[in-house]
């Protein structure tokens, strides 16, 4: 089975530090939406025949694909990802528009946000993997950092939302390095279940230390 590489290593040094940019729920909602969706265009092109001046034409914010609801659903078509990270795609999608077009909405903890958070398929596995980590309370460090991990990010909607959009950005990169490495489509995306369990061992804390 192939090493998945810590998320450090998939993404360029302008998008880790703005993934780690906790400085309003604003710019947390566009920001790691814009990196997710920067990733899945990347997916997209990859498997278009290379004709940059055509590709360029349907990428741009009035063409075909500008629109992240387009390209979601295009990825979605071409089995890049699957139908539980299309909704959730879709869900945060609206929580970057929410932020970027009401500005009375300032907040995670907006009745309105947190039922977007709540709904995504990812938060629900998450959560379900944090209250069955505490049942278990097996001893050993590794299993003291996975909780650890697990509680500092599941502590409130702000730091919920990040953790679920950076095991998306996971998933979506490493469907990326698959295209790049392949020029095809060699697997099914792996299912969200999978995620979660696959890099809390490689997840680096939640705030660089």
């Not at 699957?82 to 970027?100: C, P």
């Amino acid at each position: 089975m192939r090493e998945h590489k810590p998320l450090g290593e998939k993404l360029t040094p302008d998008e880790l530090q703005a993934i780690y940019d906790q400085s309003s729920p604003r710019v947390v909602a566009i920001v790691l939406c814009a990196i997710a969706e920067n990733h899945l265009a990347e997916c997209l092109k990859l498997l278009m025949l290379q004709d940059a001046k055509a590709i360029k034409e349907q990428f741009k914010p009035d063409g075909t694909l500008g629109p992240f609801g387009n390209k979601i659903k295009l990825a979605y078509l071409l089995r890049v990802i699957d139908d539980q990270t299309m909704h959730d795609l879709v869900i945060a999608s609206r929580i970057r528009n929410k932020f970027a077009h009401d500005l009375s909405i300032k907040s995670m903890d907006d009745q309105k946000i947190c039922s977007l958070i709540r709904s995504m398929h990812i938060y629900s596995i998450l959560q379900s993997i944090e209250l069955r980590t505490r049942e278990e309370a097996k001893p050993g460090l590794i299993f003291k950092v996975k909780c650890d991990i697990l509680k500092f990010a599941m502590g409130n909607w702000q730091d919920g939302f990040t953790l679920c959009m950076r095991m998306l950005i996971h998933g979506i990169a490493d469907r990326e390095e698959e295209i790049g490495r392949t020029g095809a489509l060699l697997a099914p995306f792996q299912p969200l279940e999978a995620l979660p369990e696959k890099f809390l061992r490689i997840l680096p804390p939640a705030t660089p230390s």
